[in-house]
């Protein structure tokens, strides 16, 4: 158990606060504005700052005074209303924009020299054939090879402004000359639509990791072109999505939902209610949709679930998820940071709140995973404890209950064997990333010259490999034990998975973990009910 509290810990935190339910409009500090300037709380907290400056005794650092009352002031109010320091807003807002501006390699350094783990699709380098494996030694002449850089140092020379050019000098291996490449800086994709193909000749899949700026755009490609490949159902996998802007989420429930029918109402502090309703035609209006769903899948990610279940359409499969019905706005504090605070709740069309309690603070509302996992509720629908107080139904005559998560219409269990979750974990963690790309950097040649569809034949991960991999994962010391016989098939499994992600990109990862998945096979099955 010591184990599984120090995989799970980190991932829970990251899914209930990196992300959340976002309205997509910020508001910037304005400190001439006589809401902030007149109030008394804000000068007691200026005037306790300006005394520490220029009257304490010692030096102090007042930022992270600052820092720490912030985060103290916000550990009062609710979980999701968290403080976004200013060297990680950045990078916060850069994952929720959908893309940024650079060259679009990921990479990582091998004896100080950098080394390309995949072009990014859609980038500058994957459009001029810079790939896996490449190294880069010098950007518009400047040496980035045996040099004690920080990988930040890097990515600002390789990253710049829209359309500027860069010539790149490039050793890969088998060519004894440096390549020379030369491109302009451009918007690098983030996808958040990590997957999307045909998992029967009529049923569609598409696979939403979070709800970002562009989250809508790439549905909107992906459900056109499963519709040209002959999709009449779609199965949405929202499962691990820890939601995002909300406008995303409508947009897409929109899509599945007739015009003029509720998708969801907020209510804000003065007990103002917005409603928002369809408005168009969407392309899967008249199709038929399931929605996957995990304990995993928090706040833009209910929206949708909830939005469709209350509507009656479609059909929701999984496991209860996460219960998140808060809503946040972004405002930036004048310094570089900002706050994402709670703003508002939403309700799902019967008017259900699924916000699971948080008067008990944060530890408890963070360890209500342990809770679901004891009593027994990942394995048997039976054991979702339910409020009748809270019970409401469709205008289909479906029952369905608020008060922390939606609960799906079919239940599909949990595999807790807590061996393969390690592994699973240690997957989606990016774990097995480094000690992969060691492997294709071993034969580098050979691998690059397999093509997407061969993959599966021409690839064998070896018991060999599989050794390699528990000293490795000894060497990082993350608590994992030695590969059971038993297990070992799954690790091969994961290993070539990672291996296709590396090579071919996220479809080609998903599809091929997806070939055994408990969910996708049971929607398989319910496709093909009349």
């Known amino acids: 158990m010591k184990g599984r509290n120090k995989i799970y810990t980190p991932l829970l935190l990251s899914i209930a606060c990196a992300v959340g339910l976002i309205l997509g409009a ?67 807002t850069e994952n929720m924009k959908g893309d940024f501006v650079g060259i679009g390699v990921s990479f990582y350094k091998v004896q100080d020299t950098i080394v390309v783990i995949k072009a990014l699709e859609g980038g500058p380098s994957e459009k001029i054939g810079i790939r896996g494996g490449d190294r880069i030694l010098y950007a518009n002449g400047e040496k980035l090879f045996d040099r004690q850089i920080s990988d930040d140092s890097i990515t600002t020379q390789l990253k710049g402004k829209a359309n500027t050019k860069v010539t790149l000098k490039i050793l890969r291996k088998g060519i004894e000359d440096l390549l020379t490449f030369k491109l302009k800086r451009g918007k690098v994709p983030l996808k958040s639509v990590s997957a999307s193909y ?79 309703f369809a408005q168009r035609e969407g392309e899967f209006e008249n199709g038929k949709v399931f929605v996957l769903i995990n304990e995993n899948s928090a706040s833009a990610s209910e929206v949708v679930a909830g939005a469709l279940q209350d509507n009656d359409v479609g059909t929701i499969v999984g496991r209860r998820s996460y219960g998140k019905g808060l809503v946040q706005r ?93 592994l699973t974990l ?42 390699d991999f528990d000293r490795y994962v000894r060497m990082i010391n993350i608590g994992i034990e030695k590969t059971s016989e038993e297990r070992k098939p799954l690790l091969k499994k994961y290993l070539k998975a990672e291996i296709a992600q590396q090579l071919f990109g996220t479809n080609a990862f998903e599809r091929y973990l997806n070939e055994d998945d408990r969910l996708i096979e049971k929607v398989i099955e319910l496709s093909k009910e009349k």
């Open 426 to 467: 240690l997957l989606r963690g990016g774990y097995m990333s480094r000690f992969v790309f060691d492997i294709l950097e071993k034969n580098r040649e050979y691998y690059n010259s397999i093509s997407k569809n061969d993959f599966r034949d021409e690839i064998e991960i070896t018991d060999e490999m599989v050794n």
């Open 198 to 276: 045909m998992l029967t000749e009529d049923l569609g899949y598409l696979k939403i990791d979070r709800f970002s700026e562009t989250t809508y755009k790439e549905f909107s490609q992906s459900i056109k072109e499963l519709k040209k490949n002959g999709a009449k159902q779609i199965a949405l996998d929202l499962r691990g999505n820890p939601g995002g802007y909300l406008s995303e989420a409508i947009n897409i429930a929109d899509e599945f939902i007739k015009d003029d029918k509720l998708i969801l109402f907020t209510k804000n502090k003065s007990g103002a209610i917005e409603k928002t």
């Open 330 to 422: 972004e405002m930036e504090l004048g310094d570089g940071s900002a706050v994402r605070l709670t703003i508002a709740r939403y309700y799902t069309p019967t008017g259900r709140s699924i916000q699971k309690p948080y008067e008990n603070g944060n530890d408890s509302y963070f360890n209500d995973y342990m809770r679901r996992y004891k009593n027994g509720e990942l394995n048997s629908q039976d054991s979702i404890v339910v409020n009748d107080s809270l019970r409401y139904e469709t205008p289909g005559g479906k029952v369905v209950y608020g008060g922390g998560g939606i609960i799906p219409d079919i239940f599909v269990p949990k595999d807790t064997d807590s061996e393969k979750e390690k």
């Open 26 to 92: 910020r508001l910037d500090f304005d400190p001439s504005d006589e809401l902030f300037s007149a109030n008394p709380k804000k000068q007691k907290l200026n005037r306790l700052i300006d005394y520490i400056d220029y009257e304490y005794v010692d030096d102090v650092n007042t930022d992270s005074i600052v820092d720490v009352t912030v985060n103290k002031i916000l550990e009062n109010l609710d979980p999701h209303s968290v403080y976004i320091p200013k060297d990680e807003y950045a990078r916060v």
